[in-house]
Nanobody
Framework: QVQLVESGGGLVQAGGSLRLSCAAS????????MSWYRQPPGKQRELVASITGGSSTNYADSVKGRFTISRDNTKNTVYLQMNSLKPEDTAVYYC??????????????WGQGTQVTVSS
């Protein structure tokens, strides 16, 4: 059984910073791509950033230069450092991992989401 738990969300003023973490636990054999998505109020979920097993990264245009994704494979954890936050970054942030559970198949797993609110 695999579980992803996010932390680090909260309320911050525009221009501020937050760091999100997402740790995977359970019977995990291997993790490939780790990603962060977000869902603003009344909108669809969108990809924010992703990082491969080889540490290649990809960012949405709206966060390039402000957000940094990183991973610690020893801890099965992905991070999202968010700087220069804007009110339009307000959303529920979800982590996703494409991983293989022990004695299982490759599949996408999701965290429960963490709220990020940026005040103007």
């Amino acid at each position: 059984q695999v579980q992803l738990v996010e932390s680090g969300g909260g309320l911050v003023q525009a221009g501020g910073s937050l760091r999100l973490s997402c740790a995977a636990s359970g019977s995990i054999f291997s993790i490939n791509v780790m990603s962060w998505y977000r869902q603003p109020p009344g909108k669809q979920r969108e990809l924010v950033a992703s990082i491969t097993g080889g540490s290649s990264t990809n960012y949405a245009d709206s966060v390039k230069g402000r957000f940094t994704i990183s991973r610690d494979n020893t801890k099965n954890t992905v991070y999202l450092q968010m700087n220069s936050l804007k009110p339009e970054d307000t959303a529920v942030y979800y982590c996703q991992m494409f991983l293989q559970a022990t004695f299982g198949y490759w599949d996408n797993y999701w965290g429960q989401g963490t709220q990020v609110t940026v005040s103007s």
